[in-house]
């Protein structure tokens, strides 16, 4: 058996255009784009490369984009005083700010001072605990996107067995918690997590996000599972997700790296703040 390759890139395709739609919608109603703000710290190139193509996709879907570049040297009190102005900026629907921050600088402290109704990033514990509890709020882009390709693939997901391999605040933990959402029967696997191989062989789903370089190997996998591999590993031989692309042989279907699951993010992000946007200005959506 080969697996299905689920196309990432082809789905966030037609949901960036979904929302270029909504966008221009927006505009005509309303007589604004809707508008998201990106604040990177620093001068890390990946962080760099993320928020230029944050900025260039937002753009391409008829938004808003505002960038601010800040030297590494920004103290937490300019940074504070910036989320602040963005907050009230009525022209702003989205905030999010470039993780990871350097280091002498509160990482907490910035995301709790988002306003959580522009916190498209969903890091905010306010958003946390409305995913947590089941009320409307911005769920993080990776696992919200993650949880679209997953119900593209599978349909109606309750009673399904899924296992998330991580328990980040930024995808693991809402990953598991749209999954219960969803009715599924959820573990969370870590690295104190005992016999994971065993662990993994139960589940229907598996989505692997920990940053280790084709961890999850073929004889760990139920044959015919979906698995989804939200991991990015820079090698010598190019960029590598969590998951053996062997497992290919075992799987139902899989996302590849790259193009399956990094697309998504973006959308996912487009996507929030055209949610936002919608909310403020009382304009309807449907995407
Ligand atoms: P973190 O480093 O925050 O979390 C990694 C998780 O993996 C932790 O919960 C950790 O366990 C667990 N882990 C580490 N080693 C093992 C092991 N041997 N067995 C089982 N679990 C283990 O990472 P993130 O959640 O931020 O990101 C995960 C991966 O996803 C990274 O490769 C990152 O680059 C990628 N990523 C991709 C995105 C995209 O757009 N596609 C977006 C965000 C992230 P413990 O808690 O016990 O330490």
Redesign the pocket.
Known sequence: MTATMIDGKAFAAGLRARVAEGAARIFAEAGRRPGLAVVLVGDDPASSVYVRSKGKATVAAGMESFEHRLPASTGEAELLALVAQLNADPAVDGILVQLPLPKHIDERAVITSIDPEKDVDGFHPVNAGRLATGLEGFVPC?PYGCLMLIKDQLGDLAGRDAVV????N???KPMAQLLIRESCTVTV?????HD?PDVVRRADIVVA????PA?VKPDWVKPGATLID????RTDAGLVG?IDPACAEVAGAMTPVPGG??PM?IACLLRNTLVSASRRLGVAYAI
């Open positions: 990776t391999i991580g328990r980040s930024i995808v693991g696997a870590h690295s104190r997590t994971l996000a920990v940053g280790r961890m939200v991991g990015i590993n969590d699951v990094g993010t």
